[in-house]
């Protein structure tokens, strides 16, 4: 960011500009002017591809993987990170919270290539003091991670001890569902004291500078339910995030802003227009938004409409939801039909925001000529392709759903 407004074209600015087919300069500018975020740290101990996100970029998905406290599989997680990129994630986010959580940080880094987020409160909880933990603990466990190369973070310093006051009085169908929101509510009420990401934001911007982490404000205080959509604590949240966005740009370190969360469909163009001009226009990270509450065993479809729309109006980057929210930990199947249905979210946008056509002009000419091999090459998944086509057999010409009554060969008597 520093560099960008010194008018130095850096390298990751020449390699985002590039793959995004975007003018380098513009794209300085609005690097210099936060609108963009490159995520790559400068801790040189990984080997990373540097991935904008933001204002005229592709829309971007993250996936998250990572532990529990009731399934912790080192080798597993790892799989997951790596079925993740190979689906199409962006970026992978690191969310482990059991004992080995260290490991698997480590692991999942040296596994891909793609930037690396992760939530450093999880592991102040997860093996640290938690709610006895010191305010150091929090900004230490920061600095060990970027140390080690992680590129980007959520901290929820926008949830501050005011909020905590509000959260005990605004009533809320489903209350506060953000884990790091909940495990700083739940410090805060314990120590009597400040959020310390909120109290020490300067520190902690000293470390992100340090290593050129960008700092990802999470969404504490989202709603969890589409009837806590907008509600006060959402918004009070988002003015505070808002503020911080402001000292990160004065500080040189590169923000972005979480968003919700649940939220109904009519709501999200106005709500996602709202959060991008009250938080300067920092680029959005949504983690959905869920249009309806009871897609159980569906989520990532309730998120992909979600995130489509988001994106359509100005959301920049998509948090994927699998198939297990609300009730489990992903597997590497789970994970896998998040990343498409995120995908298909952002491709969609894409399509129409970019003029990103032709995936979809030569899968529909492929179709046309019942050429199958260049429609597996088009399709957003194409071992899923496979696995429908072996499924049902594999004919010669049309396929198994109209058989001899395909409309590309009834259409050769009309053209002939
Ligand atoms: S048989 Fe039917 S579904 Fe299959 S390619 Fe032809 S028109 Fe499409």
Request: charged share 25%.
């Amino acid at each position: 960011m520093e560099l960008a407004r010194q008018g130095v074209l850096s390298e990751e600015i020449e390699h985002v500009a590039r793959v995004e087919g975007v003018e380098a300069t513009k794209l300085a500018r609005l690097v210099a002017e936060g609108r963009v975020v490159i995520l790559k740290s400068s801790s040189g101990r990984r080997k990373v591809s540097p991935v904008g996100i933001g204002e005229g970029l592709r829309v971007k998905v993250n996936a998250n993987v990572g532990s529990s406290p009731f399934l912790s599989d080192l080798d597993l997680e790892v799989r997951k990170a790596r079925a993740a990129v190979e689906a199409g994630a962006d970026t992978v986010m690191d969310l482990s919270t059991s004992k080995d959580l260290r490991n698997i940080r480590r692991r999942i880094l040296e596994a891909v290539s793609v930037p690396v987020g992760t939530v450093p409160i999880y592991q102040v909880f997860a093996i640290g003091a938690g709610v006895d933990s010191s305010e150091d603990e929090w900004l230490n466990v920061v600095e060990e991670q970027a140390k080690e190369g992680v590129d980007f973070m959520t901290i929820h310093a926008g949830v501050t001890y005011e909020s905590l006051e509000r959260v005990r009085r605004v009533p809320r169908v489903a209350g506060v569902v953000s884990r790091g929101g909940c495990m700083t509510l739940a410090w805060m009420a314990k120590n009597g004291k400040e959020n310390p990401y909120y109290a020490y934001f300067d520190n902690l911007l000293d470390i992100l500078k340090e290593y050129e982490v960008t700092i990802s404000i999470g969404d504490g205080l989202r709603p969890g339910s589409i009837l806590d959509a907008e509600d006060e604590l959402q918004m009070m949240e988002v003015h505070t995030v808002a503020q911080l966005v402001k000292r990160c740009r004065e500080a040189g370190v590169q923000a972005m802003v979480e968003g919700p969360g649940h939220v109904p469909i009519d709501k999200i163009p106005e709500h996602i227009r709202r959060i991008k001009e009250v938080c300067y226009h920092a680029p959005l990270y949504v983690l959905g938004p869920l249009v309806t509450d009871v897609a159980a065993g569906y989520d990532h479809i309730a998120a992909a409409i979600g995130g489509a729309i988001a994106a359509l109006h100005g959301a920049d980057f998509l948090c994927y939801v699998t198939p297990s929210e609300h009730i489990g930990l992903p597997l590497i199947e789970e994970v896998v039909e998040g990343v498409v249905a995120a995908k298909i979210a952002a491709h969609a946008v894409d399509l129409v925001k970019r003029g990103e056509q032709r995936p979809d002009l030569e899968i529909s000419k492929a179709r046309a000529r019942l050429d199958w091999e260049a429609q597996r090459r088009y399709a957003i998944y194409p071992p899923r392709f496979d696995e429908l086509r072996a499924k049902v057999g594999v004919p010669e010409g049309p396929c198994t759903m109209c058989g001899e009554w395909c409309v590309y060969r009834l259409i050769r008597y009309v053209s002939d």
